[in-house]
């Protein structure tokens, strides 16, 4: 890090010398002003990091010149030096934003801990704020691409709920659809977007874990609750909850969910105390929840409570217009990451592209092109880049269907549909439902067979 600026302003020249003298010696840069008017030519040029003014300079009140200094740079990190026992103006100026205060005669050593900490605290400020600001792009809706009428409605949803106060929000769509990033991009267009996004995925725990994840839980509330732990109720205050695969959400959790979103307050588990929830809640799925609570595995009163602000992402291969934006957006996405020099894709390739169904819908597009880019260096994309199951669907159905053939000395079956399990979820990476699309079988279906082999 280069050295912080500090802009001493005292009309004493003896203070300014003696000051400099010893902040340099700390490593700071030191400048030096003995009046206000000096003091606003250097802020205004230098930019220091941190300004050391004495609250009595002549010709003018020391808190005039700290409101000019803030109302020229409202950041300005100031630390007044106050006489000793003037309260009353010290009080002022910290209501003026002065960041301290400090007494003269000063405690050298005080005042470098009191800058330290000042400047400390300062780049930290920054460092989230800079944080912060790349989130809000990474996620804007400038990333998400489509002009379909479907998506189009899709955006003027997500618009009109980031700046509602609507509280839960219901997003459907089959894997690979764009769910996570429109659950983003509410919460980084809203007034949320400063408190924390967390997210949950249902599938992925069990019962106990899903509930001391939301609710969190008090010492001793179960078996392995050895410390208090707060929960994403708790920790998104004013922020926004994931709840990811909502469909896999056990019933006894859906019903808690329920009350905590009627009430709008929690009890951490174990606990007594309610707390205030102002999380909004999005629960994604790609389930159909409206089959699910015909069948009983979703309640139905949790259904229509979260379906009041529904989106609902349409599955790839029904809007086919959005296809060559989507390709031409993830050719400019790869060319910035790999620093390659693709210029787009050719016609026939194309078509071929529009004629598949994408079963795993942009995600699969996405590593298509990623594929395509990272492992040619041609200008164009060509058929030749693409996967068989899009160059030629027929002949990756019956190449599927003859690489399998029973070896003579016969085999396992259970053996290898056991190995099929682990490979599909290493594929995956633990993703169950990813895994069971790539075996083309329900989720449940997974499960049941995860257990069987005790891969669960
Ligand atoms: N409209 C879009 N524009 C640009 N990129 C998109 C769009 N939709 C999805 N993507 C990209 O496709 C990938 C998959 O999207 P995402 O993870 O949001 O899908 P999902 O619906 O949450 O899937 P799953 O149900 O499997 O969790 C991500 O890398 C995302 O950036
Ligand atoms: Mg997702």
């Not at 999380?279 to 009041?308: H, P, Q």
């Not at 934006?325 to 990451?337: G, K, S, T, W």
């Not at 060509?382 to 690489?403: F, G, M, N, R, Y």
Request: aromatic share 6%.
């Amino acid at each position: 890090m280069s050295k912080a600026t500090i802009l001493v302003v005292d009309d004493e020249k003896l203070i300014c010398w003696s000051l400099k003298e010893n902040l340099q010696k700390e490593d700071y840069e030191v400048l030096t002003a003995n009046s206000g008017e000096e003091a606003m030519e250097i802020i205004e040029q230098e930019r220091p990091d941190l300004i050391l003014q004495d609250i009595k300079l002549p010709g003018a009140d020391g808190i005039e010149i700290l409101e000019k200094v803030k109302k020229l740079r409202e950041d300005s990190l100031v630390i007044m030096m106050t006489a000793y026992g003037d309260v009353n103006t010290s009080v002022k100026a910290m209501k003026l934003g002065a960041y301290d205060f400090i007494e003269k005669p000063f405690n050298f050593e005080k005042l470098k801990i009191t800058i330290s900490k000042a400047l400390e605290t300062v780049s930290l400020k920054k460092e989230v704020h800079v944080f912060k600001n790349q989130q809000k792009s990474l996620y804007g809706m400038q990333n998400i691409v489509g002009q379909t009428e479907a998506m189009k409605n899709v955006f003027e949803m997500v618009e009109k709920i980031a700046k509602s106060d609507a509280t839960t929000v219901l997003l459907q769509g089959e894997s690979g659809t764009g769910k996570d990033v429109i659950a983003k991009a509410i919460h980084y267009q809203s007034k949320r977007a400063e408190n924390p996004y967390l997210e949950i995925n249902c599938t992925s725990l069990p019962e106990t874990l899903i509930e001391s994840e939301l609710f969190g839980h008090e010492k001793g509330a179960y078996t392995d609750a050895k410390a208090m732990k707060k929960g994403f109720f708790e920790l998104a205050d004013s922020g926004t909850i994931l709840l990811d695969e909502i469909g896999a959400m056990p019933m006894s959790t859906q019903a808690k969910l329920l009350r905590v979103i009627e009430s709008k307050s929690f009890k951490r588990l174990g606990g007594i105390k309610e707390t205030v929830v102002n999380a909004r809640i999005i629960a994604a799925t790609n389930e159909d929840l409206k089959e699910a609570s015909a069948k009983g595995t979703f309640r139905e009163d949790l259904y229509y409570r979260l379906k009041v602000f529904p989106i609902f992402l349409p599955p790839l291969r029904k809007r086919k217009e959005d296809i060559p934006l989507l390709i031409q957006h993830f050719i400019n996405v790869f060319n910035r990451d790999f620093k390659k020099k693709v210029q787009g894709i050719s016609q026939k390739a194309e078509e071929m592209m529009l004629r598949y169904r994408w079963p795993g819908n942009v995600r699969e597009l996405k590593n298509v092109i990623e594929r395509a880019i990272i492992l040619e260096n041609e200008e164009v994309i060509l058929p030749e880049h693409l996967p068989i199951e899009i160059t030629q669907p027929e002949k990756a159905l019956s190449a599927a269907s003859s690489t399998v053939s029973l070896p003579s000395e016969g085999v396992s079956l259970e053996e290898v549909e056991k190995e099929l399990i682990q490979q599909a979820l290493a594929a995956a990476h633990g993703n169950q439902v990813h895994a069971a699309k790539l075996l083309s079988m329900g989720r449940d279906a997974l499960r049941y067979r995860m257990k069987k082999y005790y891969l669960l």
